[in-house]
Every structure is written in structure tokens, then in C-alpha cells.
């Protein structure tokens, strides 16, 4: 019987060092990524912004336009608004305001398409990044890859546990 006890104990010995050894030898660990950084230095996310920007300065020429007109006819009301008769002051005020109004409009409309535009882009972008980080934590052995914005959402962290470089330089190699 003292041989049974003897080795029910070492089993249980065995049991609890494998159990510390575990946890001891897991990598377990808690990391997070920058997405400003990120996104300023993942390739794809680089052309995207760039294609968009490119896109808005397109925009910005035929606004400027309208401004220019709409400047002018101000201009011209101002220097001759008093010479003209009520219906003529009249008749350019209502297109003045008219072309304000389009302008306000087109800005709206252009400001609606570009946004659309940087989310459809960026959909693309954003589940590359989002599957790659999932397979990324799978193959390091990561508990959670915690997603750090500009808004603060980690107050603080460990030096070691921004893998954001790493990041940026695999996704980048993947091309």
C-alpha cells in the first residue's frame, strides 16, 4: 500500500508542476495594435488615402469655380446694386442666392459621395488588416489583440506589447 500512496503522490506532484509549467510557459499574452499608425503605414491603406485625396482635389476645382462666380456677382451687385431698378436688384439677388444654394448643395452632394467612396475603399482595407491580425494572434499564441484609436482606448500598456510594427511590416510584405 505505501508504494500506491508513494506513486498517487507523485502522480499528483507530476500533475501540479505540468499544470505551473502550463501556465508558466504560455504565451498567453495581451497585445495591442495602433490603427493611426497603422493606417498611416500599411501600404494599402497608404494608396487608399492617397486615391481619395486625389479624388477630393478633383472636387475642389469645380467648387472653387462657383465660389469665384458667386464672388463676382456679389461684386457686381455690390458696384451696381444702387444704379439697378428694384426688379433688377431684385432678379440678381434671387440668382446670387441661387448659386449659393447650388454650391451648398454640390458640397453636400460631394461631401456624401466621398465619404461613401472612403468606406467602400476602406472596407477592403480594414478586413484585410482584421483577418490577417486574427491568423497574426492564432500563429503568436496571443489571448486578445486589442485595437488601440486616437480616441485613447488604452490608458496604459507594457513596453513589448505594441505589435504595430510587426504588423505593418508583414502586411506590407504580403503585397
Not at 466621398?114 to 472596407?123: A, C, I, N, P, V
Request: proline share 1%.
Amino acid at each position: 500500500m505505501k508504494v500506491n500512496s508513494s506513486l498517487l503522490y507523485m502522480l499528483v506532484l507530476l500533475g501540479l508542476a505540468l499544470g505551473v509549467w502550463n501556465l508558466i510557459g504560455k504565451k498567453d499574452e495581451i497585445v495591442y495594435v495602433d490603427t493611426a499608425k497603422l493606417f498611416q503605414e500599411y501600404s494599402e491603406a497608404v494608396k487608399v488615402n492617397k486615391k481619395l485625396e486625389n479624388e477630393a482635389k478633383k472636387y475642389e476645382g469645380n467648387i472653387d469655380t462657383l465660389m469665384q462666380e458667386i464672388q463676382g456677382a456679389l461684386k457686381d451687385y455690390e458696384k451696381n446694386g444702387g444704379k439697378l431698378d428694384a426688379a433688377s436688384r431684385s432678379k440678381q439677388e434671387r440668382l446670387i442666392n441661387e448659386k449659393q444654394a447650388d454650391l451648398q448643395r454640390y458640397q453636400a452632394v460631394v461631401k456624401d459621395k466621398l465619404e461613401k467612396q472612403r468606406q467602400t475603399d476602406f472596407s477592403g482595407v480594414v478586413n484585410t488588416i482584421n483577418g490577417f491580425l486574427k491568423e497574426y494572434g492564432k500563429r503568436k499564441g496571443y489571448r486578445m489583440i486589442l485595437i488601440a484609436n486616437p480616441a485613447g482606448t488604452i490608458a496604459y500598456a507594457k513596453d513589448g506589447t505594441d505589435i504595430t510594427g510587426d504588423i505593418v511590416k508583414e502586411l506590407n510584405s504580403k503585397k
